[in-house]
């Protein structure tokens, strides 16, 4: 069975540093998809950053970027040079390609709070 | 381009009701998905359709809950006798049914049951 898990509940960081926000996931399915969604107080949810199983390079966006350790089941989000709109929860999120249909699964989530 | 509506945006009900929640997804996207979240946790999956089949209804917590879409646009998501653990947001979402692609997410309702 899938299985996404973020083992921070939350995080601080300093205006302008870097921040990592764990996520590890276990699937069976060779194919899949990872996603990484923003969720503010406002409680829309926005889509962040894709990373698929057999891309050979780590997704970038702009600020944020994917470390995709396939071996060690994880993909953790980098955001650099993080700024107070920067504060929210964010998710991280599983789609077996193969087995699992669209279905996708989400982990608990990180909240993140940025420092000024 | 008009994205992923829900309606309505806040319902409060009392325990026993039965409630209707409806989302409408952006034109010409095949795919549609069902999220409750409750506060401070994370999304749990309730259910999507591939056009107007549901071909995993596996996140469905018990049979008081149950979802229907129509002409492979809108849906509704029936909570029938809700109880006040029922008491969440629930997000819809829609995309063309590519597996690579994100899903687009409505606003949401926030549903309390007293």
């Known amino acids: 069975a899938q299985k996404i898990t973020q083992t921070q509940p939350g995080m601080f960081v300093q205006e302008k540093e870097a921040v990592t926000l764990d996520c590890t996931y276990d699937?069976?399915?060779?194919?899949?998809?990872l996603f990484w969604y923003k969720q503010p107080s406002s409680g829309e949810m926005i889509f962040l950053i894709y990373?698929?199983?057999?891309?050979?390079q780590n997704a970038t966006e702009g600020r944020y970027s994917l470390n995709f350790q396939k071996a060690r089941k994880s993909a953790n989000l980098v955001i650099s040079a993080s700024q107070l709109g920067d504060s929210a929860m964010y998710f991280c999120a599983m789609r077996e390609i193969n087995t699992g249909g669209f279905k996708t699964i989400f982990g608990a989530g990180t909240r993140l709070f940025v420092k000024a | 381009g008009a994205g992923v509506s829900q309606s309505p945006s806040n319902k409060v009900t009392e325990k026993g009701k039965d409630v209707e929640l409806r989302c409408d997804p952006i034109?010409?996207?095949?795919?549609l998905y069902w999220y409750r979240q409750s506060l401070g946790q994370g999304l749990e999956f309730l259910i999507y359709?591939?056009?107007?089949?549901?071909?995993?209804k596996s996140g469905l917590p018990s049979d008081r809950f149950s979802a229907e879409r129509t002409g492979g646009s809108v849906s509704t998501l029936t909570i029938q006798r809700t109880q006040q653990e029922d008491s969440a947001v629930y997000l819809c979402a829609s995309n063309r049914g590519d597996s690579q692609e994100t899903q687009y997410f409505g606003p949401g309702t926030r549903l309390l049951v007293l």
């Open positions: 034109s010409g996207h095949t795919a």
């Open positions: 359709f591939q056009g107007n089949s549901a071909p995993d």
């Open positions: 699937t069976s399915d060779p194919s899949y998809g």
């Open positions: 990373q698929g199983s057999y891309d050979q």
